[in-house]
């Protein structure tokens, strides 16, 4: 019992870690794109007012990817090279932990247990979470041509907290791990 304890210990903590993960980031491109040539950039607001998140919220993408762009060098524009519009999804998702290895005392029944009835050793006690999966993308439109150039995607974990700091770092961090993609080809990871 104290070796199945002592090996629990490390898969129960590599969980964790899993479900901390930051951001898993995708991002795709139009190879025929000349993106050395896209210096000025704005906001594309049709596109953000489809953007089903509260306007606090989508605020503080916006500044996120401000602040970033602005850090690459790129200035905001009323005559921009490129549009950037945003986008999210968001699901909801339940995890369901059998955590608990051990004895089980007291008459009855259950399938679980060798045997069948009795005392006996066996999972137990079953932990259910839920937790909000959001997707942010960011698209790069063609100011030119309308067209869309470059898209990234970032999926994690966010926060309910109620703590306005802590949200607009994980909104920050979302942005950062989103446009690390950009310029496709960019090896500043």
């Given at each position: 019992?104290?070796?199945?304890?002592?090996?629990?210990?490390?898969?129960?903590?590599?969980?964790?870690?899993?479900?901390?993960?930051?951001?898993?980031?995708?991002?795709?491109?139009?190879?025929?794109?000349?993106?050395?040539?896209?210096?000025?950039?704005?906001?594309?607001?049709?596109?953000?007012?489809?953007?089903?998140?509260?306007?606090?919220?989508?605020?503080?993408?916006?500044?996120?990817?401000?602040?970033?762009?602005?850090s690459?060098?790129?200035?905001?524009?009323?005559?921009?090279?490129?549009l950037?519009?945003?986008?999210?999804?968001?699901?909801?998702?339940?995890?369901?932990?059998?955590?608990?290895?051990?004895?089980?005392?007291?008459?009855?029944?259950?399938?679980?247990?060798?045997?069948?009835?009795?005392?006996?050793?066996?999972?137990?006690?079953?932990?259910?979470?839920?937790?909000?999966?959001?997707?942010?993308?960011?698209?790069?439109?063609?100011?030119?041509?309308?067209?869309?150039?470059?898209?990234?995607?970032?999926?994690?974990?966010?926060?309910?907290?109620?703590?306005?700091?802590?949200?607009?770092?994980?909104?920050?961090?979302?942005?950062?791990?989103i446009?690390?993609?950009?310029?496709?080809?960019?090896?500043s990871?």
């Amino acid at each position: 019992m104290k070796t199945m304890k002592i090996l629990a210990l490390p898969i129960v903590a590599l969980l964790f870690l899993s479900s901390c993960v930051s951001v898993r980031v995708l991002s795709d491109y139009d190879k025929d794109a000349n993106f050395n040539s896209y210096k000025t950039y704005a906001f594309y607001k049709t596109g953000i007012d489809k953007a089903h998140i509260s306007d606090l919220d989508k605020k503080r993408i916006l500044k996120a990817i401000d602040s970033e762009l602005s850090s690459r060098g790129m200035v905001k524009s009323e005559d921009p090279d490129v549009l950037i519009s945003i986008f999210t999804k968001e699901r909801e998702q339940v995890d369901v932990y059998n955590n608990y290895w051990g004895g089980r005392f007291g008459w009855g029944w259950s399938p679980y247990y060798w045997g069948g009835y009795g005392p006996g050793w066996g999972w137990d006690n079953p932990a259910v979470s839920t937790r909000t999966q959001g997707s942010l993308y960011i698209d790069l439109i063609d100011a030119e041509n309308k067209e869309l150039v470059w898209q990234g995607k970032g999926v994690g974990s966010l926060s309910s907290s109620n703590n306005i700091e802590k949200k607009e770092e994980r909104i920050r961090e979302f942005v950062t791990e989103i446009l690390q993609q950009y310029p496709p080809g960019n090896t500043s990871k």
